[in-house]
């Protein structure tokens, strides 16, 4: 009976285990390049993209919980750059960046055109 009880214990703690790991963050040489993923505590992809000497580079995007696409950044050596896309609430906002700052905001919905500066 406590050999049971205790390959029991043992084989919980590794199910445990195998669940942390699969929200630890995953890292792969390409290249000159980092590509990193990001998990949420459900397992779905949180954020992938890249890293070159340290700091964030050209595309990342987000997902939500359910795997649906929340927003595509870009980077330049770890500064905003060019244009960044936003879902949410059925509407998407284009955001420009120039010199790590941004220049201007467009949102649409699915009724019009909003403009926002």
């Known amino acids: 009976m406590k050999r049971i009880a205790l390959t029991l214990a043992f ?34 992809v949180a954020q992938a993209g890249y890293y070159l000497n340290g700091k964030l580079q050209g595309e990342w995007v987000s997902y939500d919980l359910d795997g649906k696409k929340t927003a595509i950044a870009n980077y330049d050596q770890g500064k905003k750059t060019g244009k960044w896309f936003f879902w949410a609430d ?13 220049a201007n905001v467009t949102t649409w919905n699915s ?6 500066n």
């Open 11 to 44: 084989l919980f703690s590794f199910a445990l285990y195998a669940q942390e790991d699969s929200k630890k963050p995953v890292f792969e040489k390409q290249d000159d390049m980092i590509k990193a993923t990001y998990f949420h505590d459900n397992g779905k």
């Open 90 to 102: 059925g509407k998407l906002s284009e955001v420009d960046y120039t010199d790590n700052r941004i």
């Open 111 to 116: 009724e019009s055109r909003l403009v926002k």
